[in-house]
């Protein structure tokens, strides 16, 4: 284990993961995605394969300059995340989403945007807290969020300080993180960890943020009657 604060912490060799990988069959179009688009798209050095010493990435190599940088955590089908990149050319984001018909289904939208400031990882976001540099984000997104409603599996969550805690490492101080959920028990677990992890509530509420693009998640919600919530934190320092 490192005591430099400016590394990732050591790494478990393996980790449990919870979720789906894989859902229906592809359509062909979106299997050439996969087969076409994703190699460009994907990040190099996060898994353990590409870097089992687990160095740092260079996010300035990957964007190209030192532009801020974004992470979305769970993109689903990749509404939001393409929004946002095109509404925001200054940034680069990255998105996270280990379901490969998400992945699939964003690739679809980044082509047919046309956006060039995205970086698609099809895996675990816990591998990728392992290389970021330490207060090297700008903004992450946790948009509906897998609820995982039964009591024994709230620890899957991923409001919890396994998760939180490498998130906060990786934030700027006074960085900005979002998080919308339909669910009301997974807002409360959100008010009462995230603050845990180094963060300051800033709001919450039903009222979305201005820029926010409600995501196919959300209409869902709506349309079964279950209402939206909208938390904002900022990362201490």
């Known amino acids: 284990m490192t005591d430099d604060p400016d590394l990732p912490p050591a790494a478990p060799e393996w980790r449990n993961f919870y979720g789906r990988r894989f859902g229906k069959t592809l359509r062909p179009s979106q299997k050439g995605y996969l087969n076409e688009d994703l190699e460009a798209l994907r990040p190099r050095g996060i898994t353990r394969e590409e870097n089992p010493e687990r160095q740092p990435l260079d996010l300035a190599a990957l964007f190209g300059d030192d532009r801020p940088v974004w992470l979305e955590i769970g993109f689903g089908g990749g509404e939001h995340m393409v929004h946002m990149a095109a509404t925001n050319p200054g940034i680069g984001l990255i ?39 330490a207060a090297s984000l700008s903004r992450a997104f946790l948009n509906y969020p897998d609820p995982w409603p039964k ?30 959920s339909d669910i009301p028990d997974y807002i409360r677990q959100t008010l009462e960890e995230v603050p845990q992890a180094g963060f300051t509530l800033v709001s919450e509420g039903s009222e979305a943020w201005p820029d926010w693009y409600s995501t196919r998640y959300e209409q869902k919600a709506l349309r079964e009657g279950r209402a939206p919530h909208y938390v904002t934190f900022t990362r201490e320092g």
Do not use: S, W
Request: aromatic residues 6%; glycine residues 10%; contains cysteine.
């Open 151 to 180: 009591t024994r599996h709230h620890r899957r969550r991923f409001v919890t300080q396994e998760h939180l805690v490498p998130l906060a490492r990786a934030m700027k101080p006074g960085a900005e993180f979002r998080v919308a």
């Open 95 to 133: 998105g996270c989403e280990p379901y490969i018909n998400g992945v699939a289904m964003l690739l679809g939208k980044i082509r047919a945007a046309g956006v060039g400031n995205l970086a698609v990882h099809p895996g675990d976001v816990r591998d990728l807290f392992d290389v970021l540099p």
